[in-house]
């Protein structure tokens, strides 16, 4: 009987091909889109995701992972370019770029991606709602006055003028979302042709073919731009700090997060953090040179690059040169798209970026995490995306210091068993537990608790008090002066080695005196408890 033969394993070439043509088939009609989003050419959208997608793949430390221009950073380009030009976007990415560097020679990614679930979904949610606001004008034909900012001036605007808008626009949009939709409804097809393709391609040839008369992209060079120099007006520099610091931010942290994905889904070895900082700064400085504008890891074409079967991270190179083939190619073809297309896509896509299950269980957890959610998807829809990381991370550190704050860190347990002390001088012994590590949170919490004890002899257990900072160190000091005034002994046990470090440095050891500080709370109780009976047989 002839053996069955064995299925041959797919080799890695083959993987980062597919991977990287699916990836690169999703990534054209968002980079058009976002480009668009952010107030530029709709060009300079492949620029970045063709140069982009090949630097930080080379040189990333998220193999698998696709980069390019997100709807995200398109929230603070579209600012940069309205407040300042459109040359200042590549001054603003070349800093963005040095930051992230300088972030990742540091050492600082895992540090950069550490953020509250709570902020994490309101920021998205925020986020959607203003790309989804910034689209209206091209999903209904008609544009709000330039100087209009913010989603409620704009949406009011909308609102007392839609006599004005464009039936046919709005009716190209509203197919457009309706495809995206339902394409997402089917089965595996929509995982090897995307619903946005198709419904670019689909509703651009029906536009044509009907002739509408609605707004166009507009003509888009064949084939990439040589290598120029960004101008730097010296002058507006430290303007762009700001915007720059914003960009550098936020695409630091998706990239992190796109690439944390990209671990789970892959199951291969987890990203360098700081590595792939350093590759997404190196990439912000590249496609400034070549038109682009500022990017980042994208979740979405990352996690179809690894469905496709991307191996190693010459799939994110073969995004990068499938897109630039597509752009010799089919360059003139993407005169034809009507703005209402791209706007439709990305309307779904905000949509989308709302995680309402998310949303549902922060809202199920606690107040305090469900009032953080809000209060930074209000200072992103109404302010900024800086500030809203900011509030979000001022709210959750309050909310925390207060959850600590009322938990009721320590306790009395009686002296410990087995002591062998009479019932008379053990009752003047009184043993304070700490059970978690000391901060300015809960420090004067402490000291209420401290002070309301009857006993003569305080012995205060930190077992578990593995860390305290300089304010809870100083209540400590207050507390031993104020127990030495009313003729109260204050002992500390089982004392971490960085908590005695501190009271060292600060002096509480030596005003304390190291006949107070022992190893184990049994060996305070039995030594105070022998000093007492001494007294008590002298007397």
Same mark, same amino acid.
């Given at each position: 009987?002839? #053996?069955?033969?064995?299925?041959?394993?797919?080799?890695?070439?083959?993987?980062?091909?597919? %991977?990287?043509?699916? =990836?690169?088939?999703?990534?054209?009609?968002?980079?058009?889109? &976002?480009?668009?989003?952010?107030?530029?050419?709709?060009?300079?959208?492949?620029?970045?995701?063709?140069?982009?997608?090949?630097?930080?793949?080379?040189?990333?430390?998220?193999?698998? @992972?696709?980069?390019?221009?997100?709807? +995200?950073?398109?929230?603070?380009?579209?600012?940069?370019?309205?407040?300042?030009?459109?040359?200042?976007?590549?001054?603003?990415?070349?800093?963005?770029?040095?930051?992230?560097?300088?972030?990742?020679?540091?050492?600082?990614?895992?540090?950069?991606?550490?953020?509250?679930?709570?902020?994490?979904?309101?920021?998205?949610?925020?986020?959607?709602?203003?790309?989804?606001?910034?689209?209206?004008?091209?999903?209904?034909?008609?544009?709000?006055?330039? !100087?209009?900012?913010?989603?409620?001036? @704009?949406? #009011?605007?909308?609102?007392?003028?839609?006599?004005?808008?464009?039936?046919?626009?709005? %009716?190209?949009?509203?197919?457009?979302?309706?495809?995206?939709?339902?394409?997402?409804?089917?089965?595996?097809?929509?995982?090897?042709?995307?619903?946005?393709?198709?419904?670019?391609?689909?509703?651009?040839?029906?536009?044509?073919?009907?002739?509408?008369?609605?707004?166009?992209?507009?003509?888009?060079? @064949?084939?990439?731009?040589?290598?120029?120099?960004?101008?730097?007006?010296?002058?507006?520099?430290?303007?762009?700090?700001?915007?720059?610091?914003?960009?550098?931010?936020? %695409?630091?942290?998706? =990239?992190?997060?796109? +690439?944390?994905? +990209?671990?789970?889904?892959?199951? /291969?070895?987890?990203?360098?953090?700081?590595?792939?900082?350093?590759?997404?700064?190196? #990439?912000?400085?590249?496609?400034? &040179?070549? /038109?682009?504008?500022?990017?980042?890891?994208?979740?979405?074409?990352?996690?179809?690059?690894?469905?496709?079967?991307?191996?190693?991270?010459?799939?994110?190179?073969?995004?990068?040169?499938?897109?630039?083939?597509?752009?010799?190619?089919?360059?003139?073809?993407?005169?034809?798209?009507?703005?209402?297309?791209?706007?439709?896509?990305?309307?779904?896509?905000?949509?989308?970026?709302?995680?309402?299950?998310?949303?549902?269980?922060?809202?199920?957890?606690?107040?305090?995490?469900?009032?953080?959610?809000?209060?930074?998807? /209000?200072?992103?829809? $109404?302010?900024?995306?800086?500030?809203?990381?900011?509030?979000?991370?001022?709210? =959750?550190?309050?909310?925390?210091?207060?959850?600590?704050? *009322?938990?009721?860190?320590? *306790?009395?347990?009686?002296?410990?068993?087995?002591?062998?002390?009479?019932?008379?001088?053990?009752?003047?012994?009184?043993?304070?537990?700490? *059970?978690?590590?000391?901060? $300015?949170? *809960?420090?004067?919490?402490?000291?209420?608790?401290?002070?309301?004890?009857?006993?003569?002899?305080?012995?205060?257990?930190?077992?578990?008090?593995?860390?305290?900072?300089?304010?809870?160190?100083?209540?400590?000091?207050?507390?031993?002066?104020?127990?030495?005034?009313?003729?109260?002994?204050?002992?500390? =046990?089982?004392?971490?080695?960085?908590?005695? /470090?501190?009271?060292?440095?600060?002096?509480?050891?030596?005003?304390?005196?190291? !006949?107070?500080?022992?190893?184990?709370?049994?060996?305070?109780?039995?030594?105070?408890?022998?000093?007492?009976? !001494?007294?008590?047989?002298?007397?």
């Amino acid at each position: 009987m002839a #053996a069955t033969p064995t299925a041959r394993p797919t080799p890695p070439w083959l993987g980062d091909l597919m %991977g990287g043509i699916t =990836s690169g088939v999703v990534a054209l009609p968002l980079a058009l889109a &976002f480009a668009i989003a952010s107030g530029v050419d709709p060009k300079a959208g492949l620029y970045t995701a063709i140069v982009a997608g090949i630097v930080a793949s080379l040189v990333g430390g998220a193999p698998l @992972q696709i980069t390019g221009p997100t709807g +995200a950073m398109a929230v603070i380009l579209v600012g940069i370019v309205g407040q300042y030009g459109l040359a200042q976007v590549w001054v603003a990415g070349l800093l963005a770029g040095l930051m992230q560097v300088a972030l990742g020679l540091a050492r600082l990614g895992r540090t950069v991606s550490v953020l509250p679930l709570p902020v994490i979904t309101g920021f998205t949610a925020g986020i959607g709602v203003i790309i989804f606001a910034g689209q209206l004008g091209n999903a209904l034909g008609t544009k709000a006055p330039a !100087e209009l900012h913010g989603v409620p001036a @704009q949406a #009011a605007w909308y609102a007392l003028h839609l006599p004005a808008v464009s039936p046919a626009t709005l %009716g190209l949009t509203a197919l457009v979302v309706a495809i995206k939709l339902g394409w997402a409804r089917l089965g595996r097809i929509r995982l090897v042709v995307p619903g946005s393709l198709v419904a670019l391609v689909v509703v651009t040839c029906l536009a044509s073919w009907l002739q509408l008369d609605v707004a166009r992209i507009g003509a888009i060079p @064949q084939g990439l731009p040589w290598p120029s120099w960004v101008t730097v007006q010296w002058a507006t520099l430290p303007a762009l700090l700001h915007p720059a610091l914003a960009l550098a931010a936020l %695409g630091s942290i998706e =990239s992190l997060l796109s +690439a944390t994905v +990209a671990d789970r889904l892959s199951g /291969g070895p987890k990203h360098d953090p700081d590595r792939e900082l350093v590759g997404q700064g190196l #990439a912000n400085l590249a496609v400034p &040179f070549f /038109g682009g504008i500022p990017c980042t890891g994208a979740i979405a074409r990352t996690a179809v690059n690894i469905r496709a079967g991307a191996r190693t991270r010459w799939s994110g190179v073969v995004h990068g040169v499938f897109l630039a083939l597509v752009l010799v190619v089919l360059g003139p073809l993407a005169a034809n798209i009507p703005l209402a297309v791209l706007a439709g896509i990305l309307m779904v896509i905000s949509a989308r970026m709302i995680e309402w299950d998310q949303i549902a269980l922060v809202a199920r957890s606690t107040k305090s995490d469900m009032a953080v959610l809000l209060l930074t998807w /209000g200072a992103t829809v $109404f302010f900024d995306l800086v500030t809203a990381v900011e509030v979000g991370l001022a709210a =959750s550190a309050l909310f925390f210091i207060r959850r600590m704050a *009322d938990v009721h860190v320590i *306790d009395h347990p009686e002296v410990p068993a087995g002591s062998g002390l009479p019932a008379a001088i053990a009752s003047e012994i009184g043993v304070i537990d700490v *059970d978690r590590p000391l901060f $300015f949170g *809960d420090a004067h919490r402490l000291e209420e608790i401290v002070l309301a004890d009857r006993h003569r002899v305080v012995v205060m257990r930190l077992r578990v008090a593995s860390t305290m900072d300089v304010t809870a160190a100083l209540v400590l000091r207050d507390l031993h002066r104020e127990l030495s005034a009313r003729g109260v002994r204050l002992v500390l =046990s089982d004392v971490a080695p960085p908590v005695l /470090g501190l009271l060292e440095r600060v002096g509480i050891v030596e005003s304390l005196g190291r !006949e107070n500080i022992f190893l184990h709370a049994e060996d305070a109780v039995a030594a105070v408890g022998r000093e007492l009976l !001494e007294r008590l047989a002298a007397a």
